[in-house]
């Protein structure tokens, strides 16, 4: 056994295509760890999640791995659609860094049902690792998402708890020592569950803050303690509705009415490497202008 | 006195003689089995043969000397204790609580739940051992077992910058040549100076400390072993808990052996789990009840309020305390003020006055333009950094962060003003 000297470790990013969301990460999503995406529903975990599959192809100069990914779903369908036109805007937005293909032909994916089918898969993952059939290495490895493995399956029993809780470990020990091999980054998506009365086991304070809050309800992150001791780094995204009437200035070009301003807020949790930090994905729904949704929702415009 | 004039048997001491123990001191630290085995000879006897060797030698060096190699008397391990060194925390309550900082040659088992800084408090150890003799340090170098992947190197750069700035700043008022030394610290140094090992399952994690032993005594300047985390591994794949208690029994007294011959501390960190007891839920400790007898000191790591706080709940000569520490991004050395508020692109540069500065509380105030429209709810933090303040008579450091939270709404652009009093400065402040 040979130490490794820090000074010669890489600590590479991939980052996740916005400048906000990149400076409050100091440069992206890092390799050789785990980073978790915690959010109810509609917050863009996903979306957040299929940017960084695009991402990770930029080149190096640009904050990319120049590598392909992996993306492991468990929540049904595919968001193939949005893949798409994700990818559409993506191309003309960097057109000369791209290879020549289409950025679709980097991204594998795979549907996984259930915890043991995940830990096969893993077993088989290798082959894919060491000879990727395209000509980019695998390098980020999604999986969207690990709560909806779980969530049906085992029951609130101490002994289905503990034999949750070793397969966590499981599925946490086998993606570390992937990502070291390989030097992966790895992305896993979360979901929350609320909290109900001001203590308890759920209101237990993990990271930075000492309650997160989305939609107006008081949430902590789905799986419990045992998990949140399986992520290097965890980031929570929530969302804010707040219904404001158009003539307060907030829209250009109002008619009257009532708009909804949706902001979205990414907080880290915890994370080794970085500070108590936050911000803030402002977005604004329109009533009339349904459209403006599918604007890409993490760029800067 | 020689094997030779023992009053022994002559086939004894010829086998005795013929299997290389020719001294007494060779004999004296061994066991019958052991001794048996080697001469070929029944354990009964070999017994016979060592208390004989053990009463010999009490004889010639006189009563005061031990009988056994290697044991000592609690004098003279009074004695000893005085001259036990000490790895600095950074955090001053953190050491005066523990006694000036982490102590070599014990096992201490730093534990708290995820996002309590515990690799935070890990690398800062391994890099505070690093401080130079000059400075008050141990000069030693750091071993880093990391199981779980936290360790990253930018991290640690940051640590080490914030020391080196921590040490000149400290030292400046005594040495007049602190710029020479200043030239010779560097971070790069720092981390060069850290061996790391990353451990990917729990057979590596076993064949890793039992090989720290060898690794160690070719490496003697080794001061400090961090073990992020001892647990991780352990939590996995052990349906047999019997078999794991043994494996981790075996590893404490690996460590604890290692910790006593090279004169280095054992830092392991350790995960919080929830436990069952007579149908409530309660927080404690992983790896279970017989681990917490493996460790010499265990220090607990929780949260009160929007403070952290280190319980230190087994030692076996301080006593229970708590002490308030922080984590913070890079050590400052005065009082600073940033208004971390979100989203920046929509805040120009604010400027914060200190209004007033009492005995415990200072009231700020800050002012920020708008530049985009209007925002609704603002939700601002305002976070103060102030380490190494200074009294001007009483001499006291004190040392933290805090953070406040505000929120300011406002519904056309200007120029808000809002006044805030952060609360929970130390007392020595």
């Known amino acids: 056994m040979k130490p490794e000297n820090p000074l010669h470790l890489l600590s590479q990013k991939c980052t996740t295509g916005c400048p906000i969301i990149d400076r409050v990460l100091s440069g992206g999503i890092p390799c050789n760890s785990i980073t978790e995406l915690v959010g109810e529903s509609g917050c863009g975990k996903t979306q957040l999640c299929l940017q960084l599959l695009l991402s990770a192809q930029l080149p190096i100069s640009h904050g990319g791995l120049r590598a392909s990914s992996l993306f492991i779903h468990s929540e049904f369908p595919f968001p193939l659609r949005r893949l798409k036109q994700l990818s559409l805007s993506f191309c003309s937005s960097h057109p000369h860094l791209l290879p020549s293909q289409d950025p679709c032909d980097f991204i594998f994916v795979r549907a996984v049902q259930s915890a043991e089918e995940l830990l096969v898969l893993f077993d088989r993952i290798d082959a894919l690792l060491t000879c990727p059939p395209s000509k980019l290495p695998v390098k980020l490895i999604v999986i969207d998402s690990i709560a909806a493995l779980f969530r049906s399956e085992f029951e609130n029993t101490p002994a289905d708890l503990k034999r949750r809780s070793s397969l966590f470990f499981r599925i946490s020990g086998k993606l570390k020592l992937q990502a070291k091999r390989f030097g992966l980054s790895v992305v896993v998506t979360n979901q929350v569950v609320d909290v109900m009365g001001s203590d308890g086991i759920n209101g237990l304070r993990v990271g930075n803050l000492s309650s997160l809050y989305s939609s107006g309800r008081r949430v902590c992150p789905a799986l419990g303690l045992a998990w949140a001791n399986c992520v290097n780094s965890r980031l929570f995204l929530s969302r804010n509705d707040e219904i404001v009437s158009k003539d307060s200035g907030l829209v250009d070009g109002g008619d009257g009415g009532t708009d909804v301003v949706r902001t979205r807020k990414l907080q880290v949790v915890f994370a080794p490497h970085l500070p108590e930090a936050a911000c803030n994905l402002l977005q604004i729904l329109s009533t009339a202008k349904i459209s403006r949704l599918t604007v890409a929702l993490y760029s800067t415009d | ?429």
Request: hydrophobic share 40%; with cysteine; proline share 3%.
């Open chain 2, 1 to 429: 006195m020689e094997v030779a004039d023992l009053p022994l048997s002559p086939s004894q001491r010829a086998k005795l003689i013929s299997a290389g123990y020719t001294t007494l001191s060779s004999l004296s630290a061994l066991s019958p089995p052991h001794l048996a085995c080697d001469l070929n000879i029944s354990e009964y006897e070999a017994l016979e043969i060592l208390r004989m060797v053990a009463s010999q030698s009490s004889k010639t060096f006189g009563g005061t000397k031990a009988i056994v190699v290697g044991a000592q008397t609690a004098w003279d391990m009074l004695h000893e204790e005085n001259f036990i060194t000490r790895i600095t925390t950074s955090c001053a309550e953190l050491d005066n609580i523990l006694g000036g900082g982490i102590s070599c040659k014990e096992v201490t088992e730093i534990g708290g739940v995820p996002g309590i800084g515990k690799t935070q408090l890990g690398i800062q150890l391994a890099v505070n051992v690093q401080i130079p003799v000059d400075y008050g340090g141990l000069a030693g170098k750091a071993i880093y077992v990391d199981t779980e992947g936290s360790f990253l190197p930018e991290r640690v750069f940051q640590i080490a910058e914030a020391c080196i700035k921590d040490m000149v700043e400290n030292s400046h008022f005594r040495r007049k040549d602190f710029q020479t030394c200043q030239d010779k610290l560097q971070p790069n140094a720092f981390l060069e100076n850290i061996f790391y090992f990353r451990i990917c399952s729990y057979t590596e994690q076993v064949a890793l400390i039992n090989y720290l032993d060898k690794f160690i005594s070719e490496h003697k300047d080794v001061k400090i072993v961090i073990v992020d985390s001892v647990t991780f591994h352990f939590r996995q794949d052990f349906d047999d808990l019997a078999l794991r208690t043994r494996v981790l029994g075996g590893l404490a007294l690996k460590l604890m052996k290692v910790a006593q011959k090279f004169s280095l501390a054992v830092v392991l960190l350790n995960q919080v789990t929830t436990k069952f007891s007579e149908g409530s839920v309660c927080l404690a400790l992983a790896l279970g009840d017989s681990w917490s007898h493996a460790c010499t000191n265990r220090i607990i790591l929780y949260w009160d309020g929007n403070e952290r706080y280190a319980y230190i709940d087994k030692s076996p000569s301080l006593r229970s305390a708590s002490a308030p520490y922080s984590i913070c991004g890079q050590g400052g050395n005065q009082i600073s003020f940033t208004l971390q508020s979100c989203p920046e692109e929509l805040i120009d540069q604010q400027d914060i006055t200190i209004q007033q500065l009492g005995e415990k509380d200072i009231y700020v105030n800050y002012r920020f333009n708008v530049i985009t429209g209007n925002l609704g709810q603002l939700n601002l933090v305002l976070a103060c950094q102030f380490e190494g303040w200074r009294e001007e008579q009483g001499g006291s450091v004190g040392q933290g962060t805090t953070a406040m939270r505000s929120s300011a709404h406002c519904s056309n652009a200007g120029s808000p003003l809002v006044g805030v009093r952060l609360p929970t400065f130390p007392a020595s402040v």
